[in-house]
C-alpha cells in the first residue's frame, strides 16, 4: 500500500523505541500478522535492559535479575504468547541484605522472613505478625478487589513508614523489614500499598538472572519480531507523533522521514511523547496538567569493575549483596533527596557467578551501585563521577579486600549516563515514582490520542522487566481488539 501524501512510507504500527515493552509489544502484533516498525535511537535494542562490553568483560548496563524469571505470572504469559520461551535460560540467584551486625539471604518462602525476625525480636512477635498479615492482604486485595478492599482504602495515601510505624516500634527492626530497595525511594516516599506488594511478589517469586547477560532478552524479542515480518531500524530518534483531528496518523524521524501507521506506540517517557512529539495544542489541559504534576522515580549510580579476584575467595559468595551501613538511613536518604551525592545503600553484583562467560577466564564482572538523583546542588555529575565512583569502589573494598589493586576494567554511568542511552526523563530507574500520591496515578495505555498507545515503565502496570514486558502484551491486545 502507498503512503498517503506528506508520508514517505506506511505501515500497520509504529512503535517509538526498543526497550522491554515496546519490542514486545512489536512482536506480538508482528506475530499476529501486522506489519510492525520499531524505530529505536540506540544501536543496540533494549533500553534500560541492555549490556555493554569492554576488553572482554560485559557488563549489563542497568537491570541486574528478574523478579520470577521464566516463572514470573506476567514474564512466562508473554515468553509463551512469543514462543520463546525456549530460547532463554534463567537461572535463580539470591540476595544477602547486609546490616551492621545481621544479614539476611532473600528467601521465596514468605514465612521465613516473619520467623526469623519473630526470633531476633521476641519482644516485637505480635506486631511482626500483624505486619506481615496485613501485607500479604494487601498484597492479595490489590490483586482481587481493589475498589472494594477496607485495606487499600485505608492505606491508599499512606506511606509504607506509616504501615510500618503502626506495628513495629525497634528501629532496627524497620530497617531488616525494609531492606528490599526496589522501589528506589525510602520508606517515607514509598507507597504503602506499593511496597507491601512488590514485598511478597518479589520475594516468593525469587530472583532470576539470564544466561548471557541481560541483553538476552532484548535480543530475543528483536528475533521474535523479525521472524513474524516485523522491522527494527536503529539510530533513529522520532521527534514528532503527527496527529489530525485528535487521532495518531504516523510519525516523523529526527532526519525528517514520514512513517504513515494506523496505530502508534510510544515506549517513550511520557513527557516527552506527549509534550515533545505530539504538543499541548492538542491534548485536554487537565492531562497536560496531570503529566506535569506527576512524580518521577529517582536514577541510579553505577560503577562497572572488570577484576582479576574472585570476591568468593574473600567470603562475598552471593550474586547480589546490598549493605547498609547504618540501621537509620534517614540523614543519608535527606541528603540524597536534596540532591547530595549520599548513599543510603549500595549493592554489590557478581552477575559472573551465575554465568562465568561473562568475563575472561579467572576474573569477574563486579557492579557497584547506589541510587542516585539527577540534579546535584552543588555540582555537575560530571565533577562527581571520579570521586563517586571512588567512594562506592572503597566501601564494596571492605567487603572485598584488595578490590582496588586487581580492576582491569573502570567505567561508571550516572543519571546522565541513564538518560543520554534511553531517553528516559531525569534518567527514571522505574518510569514514574511509587510515592503515595501517585498510588494508582499512572498513565492509561490508551491515550487521549485515538490510536496512539503507551507500553513500558510510564504506563500501568508499573517498572521492572516483567511488568514492563507485560504492558507491551496489553497494548498489542488493545490494537487488535483481543
Ligand atoms: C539502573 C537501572 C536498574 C534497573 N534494575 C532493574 C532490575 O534489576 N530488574 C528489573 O526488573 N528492572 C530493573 N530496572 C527497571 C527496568 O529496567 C525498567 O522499568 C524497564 O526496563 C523499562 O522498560 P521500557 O519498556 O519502559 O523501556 P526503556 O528501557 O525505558 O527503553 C525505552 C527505549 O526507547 C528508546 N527511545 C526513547 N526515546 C526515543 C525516541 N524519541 N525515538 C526512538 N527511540 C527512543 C530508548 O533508546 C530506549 O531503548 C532498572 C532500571 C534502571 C535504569
Redesign the pocket.
Known amino acids: 500500500m502507498k503512503a498517503n501524501r506528506g508520508f514517505d512510507e506506511e505501515t500497520d504500527v509504529v512503535v517509538?523505541?526498543?526497550?522491554?515493552?515496546?519490542?514486545?509489544c512489536g512482536a506480538y502484533l508482528a506475530k499476529r500478522g501486522k506489519r510492525v516498525k520499531v524505530?529505536?535511537?540506540?544501536y543496540v535494542?533494549?533500553?534500560?535492559?541492555?549490556s555493554f562490553n569492554r576488553k572482554g568483560f560485559q557488563f549489563d548496563?542497568?537491570?541486574?535479575?528478574?523478579?520470577g524469571g521464566k516463572e514470573s505470572g506476567a514474564f512466562q504469559r508473554v515468553l509463551s504468547a512469543l514462543d520463546i520461551e525456549d530460547e532463554l535460560e534463567f537461572r535463580e540467584q539470591f540476595q544477602r541484605f547486609v546490616f551492621p551486625d545481621v544479614s539476611l539471604e532473600s528467601s521465596r518462602d514468605v514465612t521465613h522472613w516473619p520467623s526469623l525476625l519473630k526470633d531476633k525480636f521476641p519482644r516485637e512477635a505480635e506486631g511482626i505478625v500483624g505486619l506481615f498479615d496485613v501485607i500479604g492482604k494487601i498484597h492479595d486485595d490489590i490483586r482481587r478487589l481493589p475498589e472494594t478492599s477496607p485495606l487499600i482504602k485505608k492505606y491508599r495515601y499512606k506511606s509504607f513508614q506509616e504501615l510500618l510505624d503502626e506495628y513495629i516500634r525497634d528501629a532496627k527492626l524497620k530497617a531488616l523489614v525494609s531492606a528490599n530497595w526496589?522501589l528506589w525511594h525510602p520508606n517515607w516516599r514509598n507507597s504503602a500499598i506499593d511496597y507491601a506488594a512488590l514485598l511478597i511478589t518479589e520475594q516468593s517469586r525469587g530472583y532470576f538472572y539470564p544466561m548471557g547477560g541481560?541483553q538476552s532478552i532484548p535480543d530475543a524479542l528483536v528475533r521474535a519480531l523479525e521472524r513474524h515480518g516485523g522491522e527494527i531500524e536503529y539510530k533513529?530518534?522520532?521527534?514528532q507523533i503527527a496527529v489530525r483531528d485528535g487521532v495518531a496518523v504516523g510519525v516523523k524521524?529526527s532526519e525528517g522521514k514520514r512513517i504513515q501507521a494506523k496505530q502508534v506506540v510510544s515506549?517513550?517517557?511520557a513527557r516527552?511523547t506527549f509534550l515533545n512529539?505530539i504538543g499541548e495544542d492538542h491534548l485536554p489541559a487537565e492531562f497536560v496538567n496531570l503529566l506535569r504534576q506527576l512524580e518521577i522515580s529517582l536514577?541510579?549510580f553505577?560503577v562497572y569493575l572488570g577484576v582479576s579476584i574472585d570476591p568468593r575467595g574473600v567470603g562475598l559468595d552471593a550474586p547480589e549483596t546490598i549493605v547498609y551501613e547504618t540501621y537509620d538511613n534517614t540523614r543519608e536518604w535527606e541528603l540524597l533527596l536534596r540532591g547530595e551525592p549520599s548513599i543510603p545503600c549500595f549493592g554489590i553484583a557478581v552477575p559472573t557467578y551465575i554465568d562465568s562467560t561473562l568475563a575472561p577466564q579467572g576474573c569477574h564482572v563486579v557492579i557497584v551501585?547506589t541510587m542516585a538523583p539527577y540534579h546535584l546542588r552543588n555540582r555537575s555529575w560530571s565533577e562527581e563521577k571520579r570521586e563517586m565512583s571512588d567512594t562506592l569502589i572503597a566501601k564494596a573494598e571492605k567487603l572485598i579486600p584488595g578490590l582496588s589493586q586487581h580492576i582491569i576494567v573502570r567505567d561508571a554511568?550516572t543519571p546522565l549516563t541513564?538518560e543520554r542511552?534511553?531517553?528516559?526523563t531525569m534518567?527514571?530507574?522505574?518510569?514514574w515514582a511509587y510515592s503515595p500520591s501517585m498510588f494508582l496515578k499512572r498513565l492509561d495505555q490508551r491515550t487521549p490520542i485515538h490510536n496512539l498507545y503507551l507500553?513500558?515503565?510510564?504506563t500501568t502496570p508499573?517498572?521492572?522487566?516483567?511488568?514492563?514486558?507485560l504492558?507491551?502484551l496489553k497494548a498489542a491486545r488493545m490494537i487488535l481488539g483481543e
Open positions: 517509538i523505541g526498543a526497550g522491554i515493552g515496546g519490542l514486545t524505530l529505536e535511537q540506540h535494542p533494549g533500553g534500560c535492559c541492555t548496563a542497568g537491570v541486574l535479575h528478574l523478579a526496589h541481560v533513529t530518534l522520532v521527534n524521524t515506549n517513550v517517557a516527552s512529539m536514577s541510579a553505577y551501585m554511568a541513564y542511552y534511553t531517553l528516559n534518567g527514571a530507574a522505574m518510569g507500553a513500558g515503565h510510564w508499573g517498572g521492572g522487566v516483567p511488568t514492563v514486558a504492558s507491551g
